[in-house]
């Protein structure tokens, strides 16, 4: 018994933790986990790999501190059936991206790329010659030309006899963007050139319409990641490459996959070159809260006269598994599950093929709830039998307790000795429960994870399946919706069907827990909250069936 009273005070204790940690958040101050922010003077070098890269776009910085000032050339618009594109002619770079079937609260489209005073979210390429010359880059006007039948644009830069092509195409209903570059060289030497291709980001959190959509009560990473055959998938810390501690896979030779990409919740960028030529990652701090990852393909020699292709893409749109797996090996990644990915992937595919059939996202979250509730049946159906015999002889320990105070080896005696005879095991209710945890985590990950739940309704009051339950706050001037406060009476329920301690403090803990996580539960999407109301709902319909069929058969003491 002192082992569950020191387990229940140690999930008490975390649990306040955590929800002071989430309160200091919300409120905006620093989190306790979170290391201390870097001073306003701290711009790290340049990686001694990436010096030969330019950085400032056009004569000034492109850092949000300068963007107000920012050149920009004329801007070409570049739409398909999903996504529409805004590309400046100077430099050739992506600055707008509007993801046209995924809206805002305003029903305005979702802005991706962005590169104004408020954000800084773009892509671009350009090349670099081994011998330090200056080749058409981000930082040179390119003369566009628009191939409406192709759905096309060509931009054209010429700068010290080498000529560089980069053709966007947009095909229907499609989130890639072909993006071929065709480099030729007309000086009359030979030339060794590095085509580069990457993606530029500050390090705020994801917002729309100036809204922090995430919660500041879980978190999503926000940042690059990059993936190779040999290393695959790995996310890099914005503060790890503050720090210099950023690890990059080593060059990658001709015929290995690798693409680099800027995660946030629910959407991702990335650059994927072909396998043709020899490749090198990185990631950098530009400038200060300004961030790029990319990729450099080392062309092959070109002779004068000679040109060669890199037909790279570029994927800007929703982490849907189904359409990432088939663009680049590993990309599907980029909807990260964490370590319970083995578990993440099978359990959405359930879910998906379960909405396939009900055509709707919060019934199909109920239908797989019950699923994996009927899979673990044996373990919830042992674990609540051990609860209901403990609570059966709860009156015997009370009594031990007292006839054996002050007298803790002999009450431990009598303890172990009743165990013995009425075969319990006062831990056999935790072992089942610790089996499933996996599972419901994965589930929780899945459904966090998942841009299939954004703007999905379920029923009635519940229009978007990712943001929380506010029914009363319209009335209350709250966050509060009736999905958390039956969540906080489901759990208070499952309490009292528990056994209660013998403490008297510790009981009292019990109780409070319901209130402590409802008040969490107010700021967590309904879809979540949806799901732990349908398992501890079906928890209870369990339990209170075992309890019933063991309290009916109590033995004397």
Not at 337 to 366: D, M, Q, R, S
Request: charged share 20%; proline share 6%; with cysteine.
């Amino acid at each position: 018994m002192d082992i569950r009273k020191t387990l229940l005070w140690a999930i008490f204790t975390i649990s306040a933790i955590l929800l002071f940690d989430s309160w200091q958040k919300h409120s905006g101050q620093p989190s306790l986990f979170s290391p201390s922010p870097a001073k306003e003077t701290a711009v790290i070098a340049p990686a001694a790999g990436n010096k030969d890269l330019p950085k400032a776009v056009g004569a000034t910085s492109a850092a949000p501190t300068a963007t107000a000032n920012q050149k920009t050339g004329e801007i070409i618009t570049l739409k398909n059936d999903v996504l529409e594109l805004e590309i400046d002619t100077l430099g050739g770079a992506i600055v707008k991206a509007r993801l046209l079937k995924h809206l805002e609260e305003d029903k305005s489209p979702v802005l991706l790329f962005d590169r104004s005073k408020e954000r800084q979210y773009f892509a671009r390429t350009g090349l670099v010659a081994a011998s330090g010359l200056e080749l058409p880059n981000h930082t040179q006007v390119f003369t566009a030309t628009k191939n409406s039948a192709a759905n096309a644009i060509v931009l054209t830069a010429e700068k010290n006899g080498v000529r560089l092509e980069k053709t966007y195409t947009l095909n229907k209903d499609s989130y890639v963007v072909d993006a071929k570059h065709v480099i030729k060289n007309i000086s009359a030497q030979n030339l060794e050139a590095t085509l580069y291709a990457e993606i530029v980001r500050d390090g705020g959190r994801p917002s729309f319409n100036g809204k922090v959509e995430e919660s500041s009560f879980y978190s999503t990473f926000t940042g690059p990641a990059v993936y190779t055959e040999a290393d695959k998938f790995n996310k890099v810390e914005f503060t790890d490459i503050e720090k210099g501690k950023a690890k990059i896979p080593g060059t990658q030779v001709p015929g290995q996959a690798a693409w680099v990409a800027m995660i946030q919740h629910y959407f991702t960028s990335a650059w994927i070159p072909s396998s043709t030529y020899q490749k090198d990652l990185y990631v950098e701090m530009l400038e200060k809260n300004q961030y790029r990852v990319g990729v450099k393909s080392k062309l092959d020699a070109l002779g004068v006269g000679q040109e060669k292709t890199e037909a790279l893409k570029l994927f800007v749109g929703p982490q849907e598994e189904k359409v990432l797996e088939n663009i680049a090996p590993g990309l599907e990644l980029v909807k990260d599950y964490g370590w319970l990915t083995i578990l993440a992937k099978p359990i959405f595919w359930l879910l998906e093929k379960i909405h396939g059939v009900v055509n709707n996202w919060g019934w199909a979250i109920i239908l797989l709830t019950v699923l994996i509730k009927l899979v673990f049946f044996p373990l919830s159906a042992a674990s609540y039998k051990s609860m209901a015999r403990m609570k059966e002889v709860q009156p015997r320990l009370l009594e031990m307790k007292e006839r054996y105070k002050g007298e803790p080896q002999k009450l431990n005696q009598a303890m172990m000795e009743m165990y013995r005879k009425e075969k319990i095991n006062p831990l056999g209710g935790c072992f089942p429960v610790l089996i499933q945890i996996p599972v419901f985590i994965a589930l929780y990950w899945v459904l966090l994870a998942s841009v299939e739940m954004r703007a999905a309704p379920w029923v009635g009051w519940i229009e978007d399946l990712s943001k929380p339950d506010t029914l009363f706050g319209v009335w209350l001037g709250a966050p509060i919706g009736l999905l958390p406060i039956l969540m906080a009476v489901s759990m208070f329920i499952q309490t009292k069907l528990n056994p209660t301690p013998p403490d008297p403090i510790q009981a009292k803990l019990m109780m409070l827990m319901p209130i402590a996580f409802s008040f969490m539960f107010f700021f967590f999407p309904s879809g979540l909250v949806l799901y732990w109301v349908v398992n501890n709902v079906l928890s209870i319909a369990q339990q209170w069936q075992i309890n019933k069929i063991y309290g009916g058969s109590k033995k004397p003491a």
